[in-house]
């Protein structure tokens, strides 16, 4: 197996006299797409939030590409090639595409005072990186707001990777979206990870994660449960894991296997 | 990733129309209230008002406002407000006042001096801000207070018991930076335009109009300055980012604390650059200088297409909104209206102004 982009290692995070992360270990290799699984309440944002740089973890090393890394900024983590689509996808509605797309990152042309964003650049560029990901937009200076909830994730995938991710952070990325745009989010994912990027895909619906995962780790109160290759693991024994075991099993029983 | 490079047309998207996507200009409100403005005016008005000598007077005390409305507007856009800049024109009023005549500085120590005091107090609003994470709206507003009275009480000191500070005129007198803020530019030209008739004279051969008001040169200078910076600079996308969404903006890279304090900066530099004009052009201070003048300001911004809520606007959108104020004020006294109808007039704009901003914000982002 290719050696781990990054490595996160017994990762612990307390808020106060609360415990978020009681020792959490993951690591993503190119081009596969780690499930991350958990409930909610699992610590998943927190522990995705320490691999991104907005928190720091209170014990527990992060090691990229083999050396020890310490971010203090999410701006740290995105220069090492660690990003990060929250759920709030970091877009803003009244924006036009191409200012979202390089919102932070501007392409620039000329010097000193006349230094300029270099507009037609980056309207190509994001016409094309939407172009590359299947969707067509209506035009570079379309709105935001005006995308679906799937075309609006697709954006912050492709900015992601526009900008050299080598480790995409995706944080449930399908849970408010129809069939229809869940499968185009899922195929984006295909896409992402044959570049060779590394796909972090933190979800809670087991199905979702079963249809791209290459490997799957589950998160329960705060602890990893291990970690299990494609093939080697069910849907139903990741639902158990996420849930804890017995109780859902009971509950399940009465729903006659629905959940 | 070729495979999916094809052309894909999606034949429920209708081609938009010219008309459509004007609407979705934020300075377009402006404009047509502008235009309805001017018409109002053509048919009520004296017909002294659009000639050479009506325009600038109704563009000066635009200028005037406009300099901060530009200001209030690019703060507006990156997502906060100022209500102290009214205050913050008395409060650069004393500054300046005190150190041209009090202490004798010349403009040159004295200018870059007032500007260094109102980015200071605007820093401090902007820290204030960001820190606590308290609406901007009352932080400043308890510095629309302290400046006030710092002003009050500031120039009593210097004046030894007065509320204004007079001997401004005689003291930048000579002083090579004066023509830069006061008095009229361009008078060769306009006295050669009177010679072979282009601008109306009085009996003696002097024109009507001696010159442009420096005000207005400086009003267009920072309108245009502020629009490239908001459409054609990363800190313009930046500013709209900060504005529209802080949390975003700031996950994606933006550093919108530097870019807000920045704002809180420049826009009480505007008012100190106000300051420093009134305050040469009255040849006095007085700590009544700029009241009212947030309100205004922050009026001209919203009817020039700024969103209350921050991340939409135009600093052109705030030029025409201060022409507006300036068509208002002056245009009245052309007319048979009570001039008191302006307040009145200025309210229904404001309200005319926010429902048509809404509108137009659902339509950008698709809401229905």
């Known amino acids: ?75 740290d983590a995105m220069e090492a090639g660690i990003a990060t689509v929250f759920q709030d996808l970091a877009m803003i509605p009244l924006m036009s595409v191409t200012r979202n797309f390089f919102m932070g990152r501007e392409p620039t042309k000329g010097r000193g005072p006349f230094k300029r964003m270099d507009i037609k650049t980056a309207n190509d560029i994001c016409v094309e990186s939407m172009r590359a990901m299947g969707i067509n937009l209506r035009g570079p200076d379309q709105a935001v707001g005006t995308l679906s909830g799937g075309e609006r994730q697709t954006v912050a995938i492709a900015r992601a990777v526009h900008f050299g991710a080598k480790v995409l952070i995706l944080d449930e990325p399908t849970s408010a979206l129809g069939v229809r745009q869940t499968s185009n989010v899922l195929a984006t994912i295909d896409r992402v990870r044959k570049q060779g990027v590394g ?23 705060g602890k990893t449960l291990g970690t299990a290759e494609r093939g080697r693991i069910t849907a139903e024994e990741l639902q158990d894991m996420m849930a804890g075991g017995q109780e859902l099993a009971s509950l399940e029983g009465s729903l006659g296997g629905t959940v | 990733m070729a495979d999916t490079a094809q052309i894909i047309v999606d034949e429920r998207i209708k081609k938009e129309s010219f008309g459509s996507r004007l609407m979705q200009r934020p300075e377009l409100g402006a404009i047509a209230g502008v235009v309805l403005v001017t018409i109002f005016f053509l048919f009520t008005a004296d017909s002294a008002m659009f000639t050479l000598s009506g325009i600038m007077n109704f563009m000066t005390p635009a200028a005037q406002l406009g300099i901060l409305a530009i200001g209030a507007a690019m703060l507006m856009i990156g997502g906060e407000f100022d209500l102290s800049i009214g205050s913050m024109v008395a409060f650069a009023g004393l500054i300046f006042g005190a150190c041209v005549v009090t202490f004798g500085l010349p403009l040159i120590i004295a200018i870059p001096i007032t500007f260094v005091f109102a980015a200071l107090v605007g820093a ?21 207070f302290i400046l006030r009275g710092v002003s009050l009480v500031g120039l009593k000191l210097a004046t030894d018991g007065s509320t204004q500070l007079r001997g401004v005129r005689d003291a930048v007198e000579g002083d090579f930076l004066t023509p830069l803020f006061s008095g009229d530019a361009f008078g060769g030209l306009f006295a050669w335009l009177a010679e072979i008739g282009l601008v109306e004279t009085f009996n003696n051969g002097a024109p009507k109009v001696p010159g442009i008001p420096v005000e207005i040169l400086w009003f267009i200078a920072l309108a245009l300055a502020a629009t490239y910076i908001l459409l054609r600079t990363p800190y313009g996308n930046w500013i709209f980012a900060s504005g529209g969404d802080r949390n975003a903006a700031s996950n994606s890279g933006v550093p919108v604390r530097r870019v807000k304090i920045s704002l809180f900066m420049l826009t009480a530099c505007c008012a100190a650059l106000v300051a420093i004009i009134t305050v040469m052009d009255a040849g006095s201070t007085d700590a009544r200088r700029g009241f ?77």
């Open chain 2, 124 to 144: 401090l609003n902007g820290a204030i801000v960001l820190r606590t994470g308290l609406p901007s709206f009352i932080v400043t507003l308890a510095f629309l």
């Open chain 1, 199 to 221: 796909v972090v895909f933190i979800t809670h619906n087991v199905r979702h994660s079963m249809a791209v995962g290459d490997r799957f780790t589950v998160l329960n109160r």
């Open chain 2, 292 to 368: 009212m003048k947030e309100f205004e300001a922050i009026i001209a911004a919203v009817i020039g297409g700024c969103l209350l809520t921050g991340g939409y606007g135009s600093a052109i959108g705030a030029f025409f909104g201060a022409i507006i104020f300036g068509m208002v004020v002056i245009g009245l006294s052309y007319t048979n209206f009570d001039q008191d109808w302006f307040q009145v007039f200025l309210g229904g704009m404001l309200l005319i102004a926010v429902l048509f901003n809404n509108y137009i914000r659902k339509r950008v982002t698709g809401e229905r």
């Open chain 1, 1 to 75: 197996m290719a050696k781990p982009i990054i490595q996160m290692e017994n990762i612990e995070k307390h808020f106060g006299n609360i415990i978020a992360l009681a020792g959490v270990s993951f690591d993503v290799v190119p081009g596969e797409c780690h499930c991350l699984l958990g409930d909610n309440g699992a610590g998943k944002s927190t522990f995705i939030k320490t691999m991104s740089g907005v928190h720091k973890p209170t014990k527990g090393t992060i090691t990229l590409d083999g050396k020890p890394m310490h971010f203090d900024s999410p701006r």
